[in-house]
């Protein structure tokens, strides 16, 4: 530890109050008294970009904490400085608590030369918000939750906070603390990638997570209808379910009827659900009522549910972690998979992890010819949505200063294991466009085997799972996230 002249005490951050708009003013006195205040090391007045609209949009530069002054020095020599020189001002105390004697707040050094680091290093690019943190949350134009990201390495690493659209332009929004009696504030800065973050699970609003609600109703029901051995009637059950729901919205009234119609089976079902999952079918049905027509457009063609579902559709005894399910032309395998995120508590401003139990739905059909098996998932729509646009560049897929030629470079910066599906390097899963599914075809990913079953599920399914990962992770594959939903329903 290094200590005073008098060898006293050890150097410490304090902060130092002024009187209004002398911060400067304090800060050079400081300065001047350094050659004979000998622990006095250093001063720190930090500053932010302001833009005066008044003087024709003039930037100017202003103190980023009002009336504060930080100094590297010992208490005794702060202390005699004040006293002789500055007795106007006041050094910044905690506030005692029970049990404690009263002391100077002072700012860990590491904490200050990250502080200082960010400061010098942003300032002309940070703007301070009027408003809260918290009111950052959601778009007030779509009312849906912003992305929430960590940042990864340099001055901001470990902040957690929004990216926010002002206009045309994307930032990210964080919190920063004040000192003594200054009001912590909500922060902005441009230029968002340029920084390396990682995309946040929001555990309490989370855009994919209500981006996926009516999805994950209408799969709620069709697990119900196949678990129950509808099979091929399983799409106009649907369509019947959703009708009588329409007409009266009760599912305790939709039990009663379905058992008086010699569906007792998924009346048992439908009566055991829990609240979430009778909210989800209830929002779903109100979104039918408002547009008629939904779920029959939506789901007009039934081949093998999405890859990662929420439910398993069929019993799965305790300590069974994966069943079959017979179809026309293929048999399903579906696995209890848990799938663990990174994720913030806006409410408490804490990160944390999150570990989800999903089903996986994996197809399995033989080739009469040689006697091969390929197993294969549902990423239709995803997939659909990729061979469309091919080689083609895509603005969309990547923000900020970087343009890529050719979209796969996308994913190969973003989502490496679906880059190397695509292009059929180290990879055994293949992306398959219009593969034949008895009298249906489904873009799919697919693993073609011929001895061992077990290990090309292992290989599917991790695969698989690891590119919902990768995408759902990354800011810049917002687009494809979109379309991911279609695959993974998250919840």
Same mark, same amino acid.
């Given at each position: 530890?290094?200590?005073?002249?008098?060898?006293?005490?050890?150097?410490?951050?304090?902060?130092?109050?002024?009187?209004?708009?002398?911060?400067?003013?304090?800060?050079?006195?400081?300065?001047?008294?350094?050659?004979?205040?000998?622990?006095?090391?250093?001063?720190?007045?930090?500053?932010?970009?302001?833009?005066?609209?008044?003087?024709?949009?003039?930037?100017?530069?202003?103190?980023?904490?009002?009336?504060?002054?930080?100094?590297?020095?010992?208490?005794?020599?702060?202390?005699?400085?004040?006293?002789?020189?500055?007795?106007?001002?006041?050094?910044?105390?905690?506030?005692?608590?029970?049990?404690?004697?009263?002391?100077?707040?002072?700012?860990?050094?590491?904490?200050?030369?990250?502080?200082?680091?960010?400061?010098?290093?942003?300032?002309?690019?940070?703007?301070?918000?009027?408003?809260?943190?918290?009111?950052?949350?959601?778009?007030?134009? =779509?009312?849906?939750?912003?992305?929430?990201?960590?940042?990864?390495? &340099?001055? +901001? %690493?470990? /902040?957690?906070?929004? $990216?926010?659209?002002?206009?045309?332009?994307?930032?990210?929004?964080?919190?920063?603390?004040?000192?003594?009696?200054?009001?912590?504030?909500?922060?902005?800065?441009?230029?968002?990638?340029?920084?390396?973050?990682?995309?946040?699970?929001?555990?309490?609003?989370?855009?994919?997570?209500?981006?996926?609600?009516?999805?994950?109703?209408?799969?709620?029901?069709?697990?119900?209808?196949?678990?129950?051995?509808?099979?091929?009637?399983?799409?106009?059950?649907?369509?019947?379910?959703?009708?009588?729901?329409?007409?009266?919205?009760?599912? =305790?009234?939709?039990?009663?009827?379905?058992?008086?119609?010699?569906? &007792?089976? +998924? %009346?048992? /079902?439908?009566?055991? $659900?829990?609240?979430?999952?009778?909210?989800?079918?209830?929002?779903?049905?109100?979104?039918?009522?408002?547009?008629?027509?939904?779920?029959?457009?939506?789901?007009?063609?039934?081949?093998?549910?999405?890859?990662?579902?929420?439910?398993?559709?069929?019993?799965?005894?305790?300590?069974?972690?994966?069943?079959?399910?017979?179809?026309?032309?293929?048999?399903?395998?579906?696995?209890?998979?848990?799938?663990?995120?990174?994720?913030?508590?806006?409410?408490?401003?804490?990160?944390?992890?999150?570990?989800?139990?999903?089903?996986?739905?994996?197809?399995?059909?033989?080739?009469?010819?040689?006697?091969?098996?390929?197993?294969? %998932?549902?990423?239709?729509?995803?997939?659909?949505?990729?061979?469309?646009?091919?080689?083609?560049?895509?603005?969309?897929?990547?923000?900020?200063?970087?343009?890529?030629?050719?979209?796969?470079?996308?994913?190969?910066?973003?989502?490496?294991?679906?880059?190397?599906?695509?292009?059929?390097?180290?990879?055994?899963?293949?992306?398959?466009?219009?593969?034949?599914?008895?009298?249906?075809?489904?873009?799919?990913?697919?693993?073609?085997?011929?001895?061992?079953?077990?290990?090309?599920?292992?290989?599917?399914?991790?695969?698989?799972?690891?590119?919902?990962?990768?995408?759902?992770?990354?800011?810049?594959?917002?687009?494809?996230?979109?379309?991911?939903?279609?695959?993974?329903?998250?919840?």
């Amino acid at each position: 530890m290094k200590t005073d002249k008098a060898n006293n005490v050890d150097y410490r951050w304090f902060i130092i109050r002024t009187q209004p708009r002398q911060e400067k003013k304090l800060a050079d006195l400081l300065v001047e008294r350094q050659a004979e205040e000998k622990n006095i090391l250093e001063v720190y007045c930090p500053t932010h970009t302001t833009v005066n609209v008044a003087r024709g949009k003039k930037i100017v530069s202003a103190p980023l904490f009002t009336g504060m002054v930080f100094v590297l020095a010992t208490q005794q020599a702060v202390t005699e400085f004040m006293e002789r020189h500055y007795t106007e001002g006041t050094i910044i105390y905690n506030h005692r608590k029970k049990g404690t004697r009263t002391s100077l707040m002072t700012v860990p050094e590491e904490q200050m030369r990250l502080f200082k680091d960010f400061n010098e290093n942003y300032s002309d690019q940070m703007v301070i918000l009027e408003r809260p943190f918290s009111d950052y949350a959601f778009n007030p134009k =779509t009312n849906e939750p912003n992305d929430m990201v960590r940042v990864i390495d &340099g001055p +901001l %690493a470990g /902040k957690e906070g929004y $990216i926010t659209k002002f206009r045309r332009d994307k930032r990210l929004v964080f919190h920063m603390r004040g000192f003594g009696q200054n009001k912590d504030m909500a922060v902005s800065i441009s230029n968002i990638w340029n920084f390396h973050v990682v995309r946040l699970h929001n555990a309490e609003n989370d855009r994919q997570t209500i981006g996926t609600m009516k999805e994950r109703a209408a799969d709620l029901l069709i697990g119900m209808l196949q678990g129950c051995g509808y099979g091929e009637q399983t799409l106009p059950m649907l369509y019947d379910i959703t009708e009588r729901l329409v007409i009266k919205d009760s599912i =305790t009234s939709l039990c009663d009827e379905l058992g008086k119609h010699g569906h &007792g089976r +998924l %009346a048992d /079902k439908l009566a055991n $659900i829990n609240a979430e999952e009778a909210r989800l079918i209830l929002n779903l049905i109100r979104y039918e009522r408002d547009y008629p027509g939904y779920v029959k457009s939506n789901w007009n063609k039934l081949v093998i549910r999405p890859f990662l579902t929420h439910t398993p559709g069929v019993e799965m005894a305790e300590g069974q972690d994966e069943v079959q399910l017979q179809h026309n032309s293929f048999t399903e395998t579906i696995r209890k998979v848990d799938i663990t995120e990174e994720a913030y508590y806006p409410s408490k401003e804490e990160g944390g992890t999150i570990t989800t139990t999903y089903y996986a739905h994996i197809g399995m059909k033989q080739d009469e010819n040689n006697g091969s098996f390929t197993l294969f %998932a549902n990423w239709d729509y995803f997939l659909s949505e990729y061979f469309m646009t091919g080689g083609k560049a895509n603005e969309k897929l990547v923000g900020g200063e970087q343009q890529h030629d050719k979209l796969i470079d996308s994913f190969r910066n973003y989502a490496p294991t679906l880059y190397k599906v695509l292009v059929g390097e180290g990879s055994k899963v293949k992306a398959v466009k219009g593969m034949a599914v008895g009298i249906n075809s489904l873009d799919v990913m697919a693993i073609t085997t011929v001895p061992n079953l077990e290990e090309a599920k292992d290989e599917l399914i991790n695969t698989c799972i690891e590119i919902c990962k990768e995408i759902n992770s990354t800011t810049h594959l917002a687009v494809w996230r979109r379309y991911l939903r279609t695959v993974w329903l998250h919840e």
